[in-house]
T-cell receptor, first 112, second 115 residues
Framework: KQEVTQIPAALSVPEGENLVLNCSFT??????LQWFRQDPGKGLTSLLL?????REQTSGRLNASLDKSSGRSTLYIAASQPGDSATYLC???????????FGTGTRLTVIP | GAVVSQHPSRVICKSGTSVKIECRSL??????MFWYRQFPKQSLMLMAT?????????EQGVEKDKFLINHASLTLSTLTVTSAHPEDSSFYIC???????????FGPGTRLTVT
């Protein structure tokens, strides 16, 4: 069964710093990988979607990479802002499956 | 704009009553919708897959008679928590998947509190 792990569980950085969130998964037979952010008491907002054939995706200050063979993905956030404070979740979709397997999340706090 | 909506956003009910949560796909027709629940400071747990026009598929350990799912149209799925108990208090989130990109979109969630 696919297991998704995110490290660190929590991260606190000063405003303006660049940071990297890590996600690892045990089964490399994935269809795609998605990064989400979740604000307290809210639903999930999709940040980036990487198909299994892609190596990275960029959106604004966010860059996500995917190394399927090693079972890893990273989310890079440049020039962090207090508004980036949230929990970040990665999730993988198995090939042939409908649902997502979620990581446990990284709670990010950006200090002004 | 929002791709998925949920109603209500927050509900408080008494133990023993039933609560219905609606999930609507706004941007595209969804033959499949997913229902998750999330406990405080935990990740999402898939409860069931809702299929338009047929029975839902429940994950192991999820009581299908307690969590009734109806997916009567391509844009609406409902989750009914029957005979709710305080341990059913949780955050319930639905989602849909784009048939083209397989990107998954989530609703804003429903906070259920059973007193």
């Amino acid at each position: 069964k696919q297991e998704v792990t995110q490290i660190p569980a929590a991260l606190s950085v000063p405003e303006g710093e660049n940071l990297v969130l890590n996600c690892s998964f045990t089964d490399s037979a994935i269809y795609n990988l998605q990064w989400f952010r979740q604000d307290p008491g809210k639903g999930l907002t999709s940040l980036l979607l990487i198909q299994s054939s892609q190596r990275e995706q960029t959106s604004g200050r966010l860059n996500a990479s995917l190394d399927k063979s090693s079972g890893r993905s990273t989310l890079y956030i440049a020039a962090s802002q207090p508004g980036d404070s949230a929990t970040y979740l990665c999730a993988v979709r198995q090939t042939g499956a409908n649902n997502l397997f979620f990581g446990t999340g990284t709670r990010l706090t950006v200090i002004p | 704009g929002a791709v998925v909506s949920q109603h209500p956003s927050r509900v408080i009910c008494k133990s023993g009553t039933s609560v219905k949560i609606e999930c609507r796909s706004l941007d595209f027709q969804a033959t499949t919708m997913f229902w998750y629940r999330q406990f405080p400071k935990q990740s999402l747990m898939l409860m069931a897959t809702s299929n338009e026009g047929s029975k839902a598929t429940y994950e192991q350990g999820v009581e299908k008679d307690k969590f009734l799912i109806n997916h009567a149209s391509l844009t609406l799925s409902t989750l009914t928590v029957t005979s709710a108990h305080p341990e059913d208090s949780s955050f319930y989130i639905c989602s849909t998947t784009s048939a083209f990109t397989y990107e998954q979109y989530f609703g804003p969630g429903t906070r259920l509190t059973v007193t």
